[in-house]
């Protein structure tokens, strides 16, 4: 069964560094996520991205955040000067999206990040 | 702004005991609902999803959830647990927009 992949599982870095987080949705896919849980709370939608382009953005999705879709198969999530409290995991997600349909988005196995 | 709440943070269940995990949102309009489990160290799974129809949804793994609108509730039940149902479950919704908003989470956990 296809599914969502991300590298890499887990990524530290300091303070102030730029990093890249990667996922490859699933292949027939229309529509991409990030999502992100800070442990102990809520999984919180960052972004999505349909066509090329943002499609919606949550308030955390500054302008330290920026995705992109660089080739045909993977999806990035770059964050530019890092924060102590963007520590968390971070969960891609995609969709068929078929005749723009509402069906489900699944999830990858997510990246930890910490930010020291 | 739309929320979700999952009123029960941890459980503990016995084997064969069952199980209803509540889960209640707060848009009025039409919503998609859904229920996804993290297995330890695994990636967020569907269990299982209510769109529209039939209000009791049926999902994987024996579980099933029911959609009671003037509730705004989607609670989820399997009649009986199993050890390998230990797991973290989310609740989730979406509405007018793809975004998904989740739930706290339940902590699940099923001792032999």
């Known amino acids: 069964e296809p599914e969502v992949t991300q590298t890499p599982s887990h990524q530290v870095t300091q303070m102030g560094q730029e990093v890249i987080l990667r996922c490859v949705p699933i292949?027939?896919?229309?529509?991409f996520y990030w999502y992100r849980q800070i442990l102990g709370q809520k999984v919180e939608f960052l972004v999505s991205f349909y066509n090329n382009e943002i499609s919606e953005k949550s308030e955390i999705f500054d302008d330290q955040f920026s995705v992109e879709r660089p080739d045909g198969s993977n999806f990035t999530l770059k964050i530019r000067s890092t924060k102590l409290e963007d520590s968390a995991m971070y969960f891609c997600a995609s969709r068929l999206g078929l005749a723009g349909e509402m069906d489900t988005q699944y999830f990858g196995p997510g990246t930890r990040l910490t930010v020291l | 702004a739309q929320s979700v709440s999952q009123h029960n943070h941890h459980v503990i269940l016995s084997e064969a005991a069952s199980l209803e995990l509540g889960c209640n949102y707060s848009y009025g309009g039409t919503v998609n609902l859904f229920w996804y489990v993290q297995y330890p160290g695994q990636h967020l799974q569907l269990l299982l999803k209510?769109?529209?129809?039939?209000?009791l949804v049926k999902g994987i793994k024996g579980f099933e959830a029911e959609f009671i609108k003037s509730k705004f509730s989607f609670n989820l039940r399997k009649p009986s647990v199993q050890w390998s149902d230990t797991a973290e479950y989310f609740c989730a919704v979406n509405s007018y927009t793809d975004k998904l908003i989740f739930g706290t989470g339940t902590r699940l956990q099923v001792f032999p």
């Open positions: 292949s027939n896919h229309l529509y």
């Open positions: 209510y769109f529209s129809g039939d209000p």
